[in-house]
């Protein structure tokens, strides 16, 4: 990172994890369904079992 700022951050940009993980979740919650190219919604995948950053995520009942 830079350099730390003088005044201290908005209480929200200070908890990384916090946010990180929600963002991690909210990335690995959408797939792609291969056959019909759309996007599957979240609640629909385990948030736990893909990669982050909205990365294709292999869905378990592809197989």
């Not at 951050?9 to 990335?27: E, P, Q």
């Amino acid at each position: 990172m830079g350099a730390q700022p003088k005044r201290k951050l908005h209480r929200k940009y200070t908890r990384r994890s916090h946010l990180m993980s929600k963002l991690r979740t909210a990335w690995n919650s959408f797939t792609k369904c291969p056959d019909t190219g759309k996007w599957k919604k979240p609640h629909t995948v385990s948030p736990y079992t893909g990669k982050y950053k909205g990365k294709q995520v292999v869905a378990v009942n592809e197989a």
